[in-house]
């Protein structure tokens, strides 16, 4: 069994992941379904994008 902080930084980079991967489903299936450019699933799809990176990006630091 791993340290604390170690089991600690992990799941925060995997958090980061499934951010990332939630806002690049919700943007496929925006487009997909005929989304433009400023409808809630795109915003929110950039949203957890943006979320998802910036939080791995300091995980990472």
């Not at 409808?39 to 998802?52: D, E, Q």
């Amino acid at each position: 069994m791993g340290s604390p902080e170690r089991i600690y930084r992990g799941s925060v980079r995997a958090l980061s992941l499934v951010f990332l991967a939630l806002g690049l489903a919700i943007l496929v299936s925006t487009f997909a379904n005929g989304g433009g450019p400023l409808s809630v699933g795109t915003l929110l799809g950039v949203a957890f994008l943006l979320l998802g990176s910036v939080r791995l990006w300091i995980a990472l630091r």
